[in-house]
Structure formats: C-alpha cells, structure tokens
C-alpha cells in the first residue's frame, strides 16, 4: 500500500524554466511534508518543508505548495539550474508515528543547459 | 562537523549469509533511524532508535533487525540474506526526538546478494 506516490519517475527541462514536481498522498493524518534531494553516491539532503497548516513555503528559488483537500503537494524550482539535477523525494510525516518519514518513490529531475 | 558515516560503503553477499551494516551519527545527535531504498520503491522506514531505545519499527521481517550503542553508533543486521534485500541502506540521524527532528542521511552501504 503506497500512501505517498510521486507519478512521473522522470521529468527533464531547460535552463531558466521552471521545475515542477508533483507527489500524491493518500493518508489525510500526514501533518508535515519534507523534500529531499539525492544525488548519486549521496544520502538524500534535506531542501525544504512545509507544515498542514500552511499551503505554500517559499526558500529561494524553491516553493512548496500543499492542496490538503487534493492531498497533492508539489515543489517548484525557478528559474532551473543545471545543478538541480538529481533525484527528488517526497516524504510525509504523520505526528503519532514520531518522526518516521514516508517516502515517495523519486522523480529524476534533468536540467539541460 | 562530520557528516553522517556508514561503513561499509559496497558490500557482495550471497544468499543464506548475514551482514551488519554501520552507522556513526553526527556528534550530539542521539535519534537514528534506518531506510531501505530499491529502484522505484523510494525509501522504506526499517527502525528508528533514541538513546539506545527502539521507538518505531517498520513492516520488515525479523530477519532485519538493529541497535544503538550508548555513543548513539547504530548498527542493522540482516540474517539469512535474499535477493530481496539488494539495496541502498541508509542511515539517518537527528539532533531532537519527536516530529520536530530534521533527519540528516549518510551515503548509504549498497547492498548485493548474489
């Protein structure tokens, strides 16, 4: 039972345009939502999170947006770096679990010069 | 500060053996926890220990199973390997317990069974 689903393994775009990457959750008791970014032969480094109660956090060029009632977030990254190329995670966070974190699967982000 | 550490990097096994993986958090964090990463399955939560204490356990067999020393080291052990349990194994430490925890990852042991 996957309750948290990134659908596109794979998304690529142009320089300067903007990134957007989608995840789906299925379990309405996750609270906190993270992203996390992994490049190869690296561990997953943390980018930016979000709490139920809001529906948009912003750091840089990265912005997460949550639709609780869609139980949909997505992260966009404007403009594109060739150095955003990587692997891209969502992760759920229910409170009553602690601090386990529930993964989506990855969308593989390539940014072309 | 010194990132978090696994040993051994790469590791070949075969079927039917056992292997113990290592994990040395960032000094001063005392939370740990464990994931299993396969192609196209993400990150699946093993365990998750504080202070030498188990707090939260996935949905793996009993062949998986780990502790924490009381220098917050964390070692997992899978016993009587499968082809299955191929993977990137990777460790995570936190300074705070609880939700509030942001978790910093190691680079992983990958993990053959051949």
């Known amino acids: 039972d996957q309750q948290v689903k990134q659908n596109s393994p794979s998304l690529s775009v142009q320089e300067g345009r903007i990134s957007i990457l989608n995840c789906d959750y299925t379990?309405?008791?996750?609270?906190?939502f993270l992203w996390y970014k992994k490049y190869p032969a690296e561990g997953p480094t943390f980018l930016i999170s979000?709490?139920?109660?809001?529906d948009k956090n912003e750091d840089g060029r990265f912005t997460v947006f949550l639709n609780k009632s869609a139980k949909h977030l997505s992260l966009h990254i404007v403009p594109s770096q060739p150095g955003d190329s990587a692997v891209y995670f969502c992760a759920c966070r229910e409170e009553t679990s602690g601090s386990r974190l529930t993964f989506g699967e990855g969308t593989q982000l390539t940014v072309n010069p | 500060k010194a990132g978090v550490t696994q040993t051994p990097r790469y590791l070949i096994k075969t079927r039917g053996q056992q292997v113990t993986l290592s994990c040395s958090p960032i000094?001063?964090?005392?939370?740990v926890s464990w994931y299993q990463q396969t192609p196209g399955q993400g990150l699946q939560f093993l365990f998750e220990y504080f202070s030498e204490t188990q707090r939260n356990k996935g949905n793996f067999p009993g062949r998986f199973s780990g502790r924490q020393f009381s220098n917050s080291r964390s070692e997992m052990n899978v016993s009587t390997l499968e082809l299955g349990d191929s993977a990137l194994y990777l460790c995570?430490?936190?300074?705070?317990?609880?939700?509030?925890?942001?978790?910093?990852f190691g680079p992983g042991t990958r993990l053959t069974v051949l």
């Open positions: 379990n309405s008791m996750f609270d906190y």
């Open positions: 000094s001063g964090h005392r939370s």
């Open positions: 995570a430490s936190s300074l705070a317990v609880g939700p509030g925890g942001l978790w910093f």
């Open positions: 979000i709490s139920s109660i809001k």
